[in-house]
Every structure is written in structure tokens, then in C-alpha cells.
């Protein structure tokens, strides 16, 4: 740790990017292999060779195949939850934000269920993994709906905390789903479902 603190500032600093690099190389190989070849035919030593790193430098950044799947659907989920928070907070009639949130919600849980499958799904949503990302997706949902509800958009009958349930649970349907429009059309169904009646 002494070696790192006295080293010059460039050097810190490539060496940090050269870590990134091979980091996010990792993460993108491990995906890769597993999608096309599933996920117990991947080893460490195959993610090692197509990255171009020796199995030896892998073992420093990762304990095994699980591990590295799992820091890459972190990364993922950190950039969905942030793309969702954006979309909440910005301008806007709260219903449309509402649409907005959870047709890009929808879209990324086709994507998931589409590029990855199954197994890899299974893996990676083991509940104990995302009971606080739920919760997390939950509070941007119910947060919106009730700016929704107070302006009269969405309906006032039910807790926003339970629309956004509501709402987070259809979605999930979209992961199965087999074309971008059949997920419109979901969104469409779920937003009927938050109107205020006529």
C-alpha cells in the first residue's frame, strides 16, 4: 500500500484504468460466452483466454463465473435505476412520466429475458440479490404515481406504493414477451389500469 501511495499521480492513474479496463473486458466476455454457450459451459479459464488475460490475473479481479456475472448485472442494474431516476425527475405532465418510466421499465425487461435467457435470468434475480433493488424501483414508481395522484392524473382509490407493485408486476410480464410492440402494448394495458375513471 506504501508502493501505491508514493507512486506518481499518471501512473496511479493509468494503472486505475488499465484495472478498469480489464474489469469491464471481463464482464463483457463472461456475458458474451454465456449467452451464446449458457452458463455451465463457461469456465474461468475461458473467460481468461478470450479476454487475453492469464487465468492467474482473472483470480485478482474475480472468485469465479457467478461472481463476475454478478458484478456485471450490479453495474447494470445501477445504470437502469439511474436512467429511471432521470426519467422521473424531469419535466413534465407526471402522467406522462409515469408512461415514460415504465415503457422504459418494460423495454428493459424484454431486453433482459431477450439477449440473456432463462438461466441467466434465474441467476442473477435470486430474491435475496433484489429485494433492495425492487424496493428501490418500487420508491421511483410510487414517488412519481403520487405526484400523479395528487395532480389528478392517477387514480386516488389505492397507495401509490401499491400501484407501483401493481404496476412492477406486470411489467415483469414483459421479459417473456416476443416483440418491442407486444411490450407497448403491455405498458398500455398497465397505464389503463392508473387512470382515474371518466
Same mark, same amino acid.
Given at each position: 500500500?506504501?508502493?501505491?501511495?508514493?507512486?506518481?499521480?499518471?501512473?496511479?492513474?493509468?494503472?486505475?484504468?488499465?484495472? $478498469?479496463?480489464?474489469?469491464?473486458?471481463?464482464?463483457?466476455?463472461?456475458?458474451?460466452?454465456?449467452?451464446?454457450?449458457?452458463?455451465?459451459?463457461?469456465?474461468?479459464?475461458?473467460?481468461?483466454?478470450?479476454?487475453?488475460?492469464?487465468?492467474?490475473?482473472?483470480?485478482?479481479?474475480?472468485?469465479?463465473?457467478?461472481?463476475?456475472?454478478?458484478?456485471?448485472?450490479?453495474?447494470?442494474?445501477?445504470?437502469?435505476?439511474?436512467?429511471?431516476?432521470?426519467?422521473?425527475? $424531469?419535466?413534465?405532465?407526471?402522467?406522462?412520466?409515469?408512461?415514460?418510466?415504465?415503457?422504459?421499465?418494460?423495454?428493459?425487461?424484454?431486453?433482459?429475458?431477450?439477449?440473456?435467457?432463462?438461466?441467466?435470468?434465474?441467476?442473477?434475480?435470486?430474491?435475496?440479490?433484489?429485494?433492495?433493488?425492487?424496493?428501490?424501483?418500487?420508491?421511483?414508481?410510487?414517488?412519481?404515481?403520487?405526484?400523479?395522484?395528487?395532480?389528478?392524473?392517477?387514480?386516488?382509490?389505492?397507495?401509490?406504493?401499491?400501484?407501483?407493485?401493481?404496476?412492477?408486476?406486470?411489467?415483469?410480464?414483459?421479459?417473456?414477451?416476443?416483440?418491442?410492440?407486444?411490450?407497448?402494448?403491455?405498458?398500455?394495458?398497465?397505464?389503463?389500469?392508473?387512470?382515474?375513471?371518466?
Amino acid at each position: 500500500m506504501l508502493y501505491a501511495a508514493n507512486m506518481p499521480r499518471l501512473w496511479r492513474d493509468t494503472l486505475a484504468a488499465h484495472r $478498469r479496463a480489464v474489469r469491464d473486458a471481463t464482464l463483457q466476455t463472461a456475458v458474451a460466452l454465456v449467452a451464446e454457450h449458457g452458463l455451465r459451459a463457461v469456465t474461468m479459464s475461458r473467460i481468461a483466454e478470450e479476454t487475453g488475460i492469464g487465468r492467474a490475473t482473472l483470480y485478482k479481479y474475480f472468485g469465479d463465473v457467478e461472481s463476475i456475472l454478478i458484478a456485471w448485472h450490479d453495474e447494470q442494474i445501477a445504470g437502469h435505476l439511474a436512467q429511471l431516476t432521470v426519467i422521473r425527475d $424531469r419535466g413534465g405532465e407526471p402522467i406522462e412520466r409515469v408512461e415514460a418510466v415504465l415503457a422504459t421499465y418494460g423495454h428493459m425487461q424484454h431486453d433482459l429475458g431477450a439477449a440473456h435467457g432463462t438461466e441467466l435470468v434465474a441467476l442473477l434475480h435470486r430474491e435475496e440479490r433484489i429485494a433492495e433493488t425492487r424496493r428501490h424501483l418500487a420508491d421511483i414508481v410510487a414517488a412519481l404515481l403520487a405526484e400523479a395522484a395528487r395532480s389528478g392524473q392517477v387514480r386516488r382509490d389505492v397507495k401509490p406504493d401499491v400501484l407501483a407493485s401493481y404496476c412492477l408486476h406486470a411489467l415483469a410480464a414483459a421479459s417473456e414477451l416476443s416483440s418491442r410492440a407486444a411490450v407497448e402494448r403491455l405498458v398500455a394495458v398497465t397505464m389503463s389500469g392508473l387512470r382515474t375513471a371518466s
